[in-house]
């Protein structure tokens, strides 16, 4: 198997005794059909067991690996060194607090997700004899595509718009509100609009895209979101224009 | 073991710099001050026009100079480029689903080209172009 020698260059900070990060050159022999995520394992098994970052399935399911490499987010188990020729930087992800090294808090993003109720909501729950709810293969494709997400928070690394602005509700969480939207057996669409129509949610967004650039579930947050400022407009429209109209 | 998070600022005035993708989105935004001193372009010809015909010569005559064909030639270029991203747009925005399947995006923004198209053509043709 082919091997090569690999230099990172690894954001360093340690809240006990540093008041700023710092690059740490670390150089491993790493095999060739690696992922940056195997780099980073080699570097705190053989090299220095201090680093800290996140990771747990190595295979872009749960989420938790993601960093910049090179500037841009990226889960590391799914970032192939044979891409990455020179010395990889690797940064924790941006616009979220560095709680050590490559861990970031998510604590912002977890109370976003939540105050978009990202769970089916119906009024009347249906008693037990009556079955399950049922959905057709065509009310499923309606939202599937949204409800792919990994809550990885790269397209909150990548989207400009939050950096700037970290009141905005951001991609992933507004894009799960428009999925529960579009669920057939959902009846909450009111009660998550009234965070999503708002100058925090969907209308901080400028459409810069960068988050459905990064996505690497192809969620396309972007497309969820454009949809949710037409139903927004929509929804005022009959509010405040028709007579007599209730959104 | 202390909890003391570092924040690392966004650079408010040099962010946009960090990635390629953001300077095509400002390239994008800056398109629309032309746009924007086009449409003042316009309400000045009306005001000239209702001036009376010795000022309509002169706004036409003004038309004409090198100045302002480069602000009309800029100008076209930047409505060309935003019309373009806001059409490439609209299959994000207004999904067609039949049955189980998606219509592919590239029919729903080749439909708003189209229209854009004939209806260019149809404006020439009453601007006696043809
Ligand atoms: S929308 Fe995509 S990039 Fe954003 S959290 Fe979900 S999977 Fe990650
Ligand atoms: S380790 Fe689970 S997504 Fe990378």
Redesign the pocket.
Known sequence: MKERLVQLDVLRYNPDTDTEAHFQRYEVMCQEEWVVLDALNKVKESIDPTLNYRWSCHMAVC?SC?MMINGE?KLSCHTFLRDYPGVIRVEPLTHFPVERDLVTAPDDFMEKLKRVKPYVIAKQKKPIEEGEYKQTPAQLMKFRQYS?????????A?CPEYGLTPHFVG??AL?LAHRYNLDSRDEGRKERMEVVATKEGVWECTFVGA?SE??????D?ASALQQLKIVGSIDWIVEHLLPGGKP | MSRRPLIREVPPASWFFRHPRYLRYMAREVTSVFVGAYCVLLVIAMQRLAAGPIAWQEFLVALRSPVSIIFHLLAMAAAFYHAGTWFNATQKAMPLQIGENFVPGSYISGAHYLVWAVLSLVVLFFAGVF
Not at chain 1, 148 to 156: E, G, P, Q, S
Not at chain 1, 214 to 219: D, I, L, R, T
């Open positions: 989420g993601g987010p792919m997400c990994i809550n990885c928070m790269l397209c909150y990548a991609p992933a894009t988050c990064v996505c690497p579930a192809q969620v947050p």
